[in-house]
């Protein structure tokens, strides 16, 4: 009897085994089909992912692309507007006018601020701004800094100083020049007693920069929102001027695009500090040698001026006969042509890059250096910041200068590229 139950014992333990065995595979199997399901709803989601971000990629390409064309259509007529405003102020207005015409450029000036900050912005977003990271010397933007904006502090009753400097950093000038400006904008713009301090100083692998100020302060509520785009937080400055609240938008994604760490404190009532940490230089490069100051006469200069723009022509036509030069202007290469003769041999152009009917102005300079047998000096022209354009204009051997014109700046460069010729 013992040896048929052992029998018997042996018997169930096989079947049980066998039936266990048989609820492993079907557990198996469904695991199985459940992973296979899973991953291909995550493939599904991945090709989902994919083509929303190409399409958010395509929206930000067109709408930087967008605001590229306006800006020039919009920067066009402002161009003509300041160069009319410079021509008035250099003829012998009374002090109301004068007046009249300082409030009209200051705001043409926030116009000109707004579209290009604009601009910068989608160019941000859109990664068309890559930054130049090189060794910057710190001291050189805090001096900058100090000229820029300490006369602006001393006639609001401030005290606007720097500190420390004497270290190198890596980092692109052009940015971290316009991160340093718009805090210290903000900083002098919301303090209305005290004074704003911007500091530099090593803090263990990093420098860290400070702008310090002893203004409102601001609501921790709103310290995060304060970086989005046109968020103000309800602050008006201390002379009751509105800010567009771009400023602090473009500081966020000038780092960003350098890598530099950014950070606030602030307490109302008691001011705020803006930090920025930058990677050191190992070892201090070379300086380049100081540019010497251009002269800026213009006396007696045959200036050949081709600009499509009526109103822009007109204006600079009469800014340079201003400035003693004698102008010959044309709206485009066949009327220049006519004007000018295959004699008459200018010592600058002054050209436009976009002319009409899709003409270039550089095709102007290049004919008319064809024709005189020498690289006549030439001034390029444009509201288009794209790559492309400036990187013609520099394989051209042209100066490039971006519209609104500046009047001070453009006949400075006119009177360096005369004393060179």
């Given at each position: ?287 380049p040698a100081p540019s010497l100051v251009p002269p800026t006469s213009l006396t007696g200069a045959r200036i050949a001026l081709i600009e499509n723009d009526k109103p822009a022509l007109e204006a600079l036509a009469r800014l340079f006969h201003g ?99």
């Amino acid at each position: 009897m013992s040896q048929v139950e052992r029998r018997m014992d042996q018997r169930g333990s096989a079947y049980s085994l066998f039936q266990t065995a048989i609820t492993l595979e079907g557990q198996v199997r469904t695991r199985t089909e459940e992973l296979t399901a899973l991953m291909r709803s995550l493939e599904r989601s991945n090709q989902a992912l994919t083509a929303a971000k190409e399409e958010a990629e395509r929206a930000n390409s067109s709408k930087t692309r967008f605001l590229t064309a306006a800006s020039h259509d919009l920067l066009q007529p402002l161009n003509a507007a300041r160069l009319s405003l410079s021509a008035l102020a250099d003829m012998p207005v009374g002090p109301e006018a004068r007046g009249i015409v300082g409030q009209v450029e200051r705001g043409l000036q926030t116009i000109e601020d707004l579209i290009k900050t604009l601009l910068d912005i989608s160019k941000l977003d859109a990664g068309l701004i890559q930054p130049v990271v090189r060794p910057v010397l710190v001291a050189d933007v805090l001096e900058s800094l100090e000229a820029s904006f300490g006369p602006l502090a001393a006639r609001k009753g401030l005290r606007f100083s720097v500190r420390g400097g004497r270290t190198w950093v890596k980092s692109d000038l052009v940015l971290l020049q316009r991160i340093l400006q718009n805090l210290a904008s903000n900083a002098i713009r919301y303090t209305a007693a005290g004074g704003v301090l911007v500091a530099a100083r090593k803090r263990g692998d990093a420098v860290r920069i400070d702008v310090v100020d002893s203004g409102s302060g601001i609501p921790e509520s709103d310290q995060e929102l304060i970086f989005e785009e046109f968020h103000r937080g309800g602050r008006e400055s201390v002379d009751g001027e509105i800010a567009l609240g771009l400023g602090l938008s473009i500081v966020r994604r000038s780092a960003q695009a350098l890598g530099h760490g950014l950070s606030l404190e602030s307490r109302v009532g008691h001011g705020s500090r803006f930090s920025l940490y930058l990677t050191p230089c190992a070892a201090e490069p070379p300086r380049p040698a100081p540019s010497l100051v251009p002269p800026t006469s213009l006396t007696g200069a045959r200036i050949a001026l081709i600009e499509n723009d009526k109103p822009a022509l007109e204006a600079l036509a009469r800014l340079f006969h201003g400035w003693d030069a004698n102008a010959f202007a044309a709206r485009d290469h066949l009327s220049l042509v006519r004007l000018l003769g295959t004699t008459w041999s200018p010592d600058v152009v002054v050209a436009d890059f976009h002319l009409d009917g899709g003409a270039c102005g550089l095709d102007t300079v290049a004919w008319l250096r064809s024709v005189h047998g020498h690289d006549i000096p030439a001034v390029i022209t444009t509201a288009d910041h794209s790559a492309e354009v400036e990187a013609r204009v520099r394989a051209a051997r042209c100066e490039l200068v971006y519209k609104p014109l500046k009047p001070a700046q453009l006949r400075a460069l006119l009177a360096h590229l005369l004393s060179r010729a």
